[in-house]
Every structure is written in structure tokens, then in C-alpha cells.
């Protein structure tokens, strides 16, 4: 009787459900939702919020299935050259990577020295990068998912705590001198921290596009960022300067070497905490090699292309006060908007170069 019981509630239950079977097998044929998850939001107010999700998926491509391996049936993959080319707009041709390039003469280098640790150190990191993102189509999970077959139960989450740190970490500081650059553009009457919080909100505003609102924008955003990048260093190559000698020797040197390499490494590395999320929809049969080649290169490449500016600009603080200052008094964005000319085109790098930074959070 029990049993019977038992069968009658489950048939009455799936008999109340309010949604059709029809948006039920066409949600369910094409992944956008589970089966169980359906099942389980079919009443009430869930029903509606589970029927925007799947035409969002469907129009936008949002995702609803979070965390979920993205079995071989429910791939969508998307062409294999953005393997390269989407890391390039973010955070990379970016105000923070010129800034990063500041780092070598902040510990003391000269230009010939931190030149080749940027270039290996960040090498050395987009191959850790690299290696992380093959994992993404033959496993279908996400990074921080593969981080709990691999750790555990209980040490995935501090991988999961330290990578909420590094995702912060990183985010404020594309927002912090992409607020620097908008104050400068407005000729500083628009404060830095009003600066931040728009590109936060841009930042959120984006982030709700999904999967492949961010291939479609990645897809050609680096190529405006890479022509930008092409103009600032026409304009300030020639204030390069080789000969200028290292600020420490010795000892200090050395820990100099190895913090500002260590930096560089953890620079390409960042990307190993999410960088298989956007790898779960190349089949299985990718070739590892080919992701590994072209992620890390895909990587290394942009980063080392604001690094060097970077490099370049700091080479000279020593014998340009006027830019010293300007650095000193207004960050980056004051200091480039200084060094650009003319005063109008500078500007419009400067709103794109902080746009660059903004869509740090929106790739997370």
C-alpha cells in the first residue's frame, strides 16, 4: 500500500507540471537545461525564471548549467583560431599590462635586464596556462571543477577560496587604472573612484552576456586594441633608453631577478584558474598539442606587447621629471595622456585601453 501510495503522488505530480512537454523535450534536447534541475522548477514562480533562462540561452547563448560537464552531444564548438586570438583584449592590451611593465624599474633593473625576465617569466606562465586549458575538452568541466578530481573534496576549495582572491585581486586593478584613465581623459573632473565604479558596472553589465557573447566579442575586439598599442609604441619608441644602468647590485639584484620573475610567471599563470571554461566545447579529439601551442603563444604574445611599453616608458622616469611626476600625481593614465599626442587621439586610446581592463571581469 505504501508503494502505491507512493506511485500515485509521482503520477500526480508530473500530471500538475506547468510546463509543456514540448518546451520540455526542446529545452532538454538541446542542453540548455538538465533534466533533473527541470523537473525540479517546473512549479510556480521557478517555472517562469526557468522558461527566461532557456530563451536567453537559446538568443544570447547564457548558460544555465553552471558548473556541469558539457557532455560530447551538447558541444557547440567554436572556431579553433580563438584559441589565440581571444586573449588578447583582455588584460593584456590593457592599461595594466603597461603597468606590470613598470616592475623591473620599480625593483631597480635596467631595461636590458627586465626585458628578458619578462619575456621568460611570462613564457614559463602561459605554458602552465596552456597545459591547464587542454584539459577543458577531453574532461568538459570547468577548471575549478577539474581542480576537485584532482585535490579532492575539501582542498578543491581552497583552490576555489584562492581563486576568488586572484579574480579580485586582478579585477581591481584593471578597474583602478581604467578609473586612472578615465579621470585623465575628463581632464580630472571626473574623480578616479567614480572612474572605477563605472568600469565595475560595465564590468557586471558584460558578464551577463555568457559563452558566446564573449567569443563573438573577443573574436575582434583585440584587433582595435593591437592597432592602438601599434600607434603607442611609434610614439614613444624612440625614448627608450638601453643604457641606463640598474638602480642595485649584488644581492639585492638577485632578489630583484626573482621577485620580478616570479611576478611575470604568475602574470601568464593567472589564466590556469578559469582558462579550460571556455575549452569545454572543442570535441574531445582536439588535438592537446595544438591548444597547448596556441594558448600559450595566444597568451604570452599580448601580454608581452604591454609589458615591453611598459618596459620602454620607465626607462626614462629617472631623466623625465615632468613624466615622473605625472606618474607620480595621476597613474598611468595620467602619465600616458601626457606622453600621447595628439590630445584627442590620446584620449580615445586611453577609453579603449580602459575597456580592455574592464572586460577582465567580463571573460571571469
Known amino acids: 500500500m505504501p508503494m502505491k501510495s507512493l506511485d500515485a503522488e509521482k503520477s500526480s505530480a508530473v500530471t500538475t507540471l506547468q510546463l509543456s512537454d514540448q518546451a520540455y523535450e526542446a529545452n532538454v534536447q538541446e542542453g540548455y537545461v538538465v533534466a533533473e534541475e527541470l523537473l525540479e522548477a517546473k512549479r510556480g514562480i521557478l517555472a517562469k525564471f526557468l522558461h527566461w533562462e ?3 540561452d537559446r538568443k544570447m547563448g547564457v548558460e544555465p548549467h ?23 583584449s583582455v588584460g593584456s592590451y590593457s592599461l595594466v599590462g603597461i603597468s606590470t611593465g613598470f616592475l623591473g624599474w620599480e625593483f631597480g633593473l635596467s631595461l636590458g635586464q627586465s626585458l ?6 611570462t613564457l614559463l606562465g602561459s605554458a602552465a596556462a596552456g597545459w591547464c586549458a587542454s584539459l577543458g575538452p577531453g574532461t568538459g568541466l570547468r577548471q575549478v571543477a577539474i581542480s576537485r578530481y584532482s585535490f579532492g573534496w ?3 576549495k581552497i583552490v576555489a577560496l584562492l581563486n576568488i582572491i586572484e579574480q579580485v585581486g586582478w579585477s581591481a586593478v584593471n578597474c583602478i587604472t581604467g578609473g586612472q584613465a578615465l579621470s585623465a581623459v575628463s581632464g580630472y573632473s571626473l574623480s578616479i573612484v567614480l572612474g572605477i565604479v563605472i568600469l565595475s ?3 557586471v553589465i558584460l558578464s551577463f552576456g555568457g559563452y558566446t557573447a564573449i567569443l563573438n566579442v573577443q ?6 586594441f593591437f592597432v592602438i598599442v601599434l600607434v603607442i609604441y611609434g610614439e614613444i619608441g624612440g625614448y627608450a633608453d638601453l643604457s641606463a644602468p640598474a638602480t642595485v647590485s649584488g644581492s639585492t639584484a638577485a632578489g630583484s631577478v626573482l621577485t620580478v ?6 602574470d601568464g599563470s593567472s589564466w590556469c584558474s578559469i582558462i579550460s571554461d571556455y575549452y569545454v566545447h572543442y570535441p574531445v ?3 592537446k598539442t595544438k591548444i597547448f601551442l596556441m594558448t600559450t603563444f595566444g597568451i604570452w604574445i599580448p601580454i608581452n606587447v604591454g609589458l615591453i611599453i611598459g618596459a620602454l616608458i620607465a626607462s626614462q622616469m629617472a631623466d623625465n621629471d615632468a613624466w615622473a611626476t605625472a606618474y607620480s600625481d595621476n597613474g598611468m593614465g595620467g602619465l600616458l595622456l601626457l606622453i600621447l599626442y595628439p590630445l584627442p587621439f590620446a584620449k580615445f586610446m586611453l577609453v579603449f585601453l580602459s575597456l580592455g581592463g574592464s572586460t577582465y571581469p567580463f571573460i571571469m
Open 54 to 56: 532557456a530563451f536567453l
Open 66 to 88: 553552471g558548473p556541469k560537464r558539457i557532455t560530447p552531444e551538447n558541444k557547440k564548438p567554436p572556431n579553433q583560431w580563438i584559441m589565440f586570438f581571444m586573449w588578447g
Open 116 to 121: 628578458p625576465i619578462m619575456l621568460l617569466g
Open 201 to 203: 558596472v560595465v564590468s
Open 285 to 287: 579529439e582536439t588535438s
Open 154 to 156: 575539501w582542498p578543491s
Open 219 to 224: 573574436r575582434y575586439f583585440w584587433i582595435l
Open 261 to 266: 620573475l616570479a611576478i611575470m610567471y604568475g
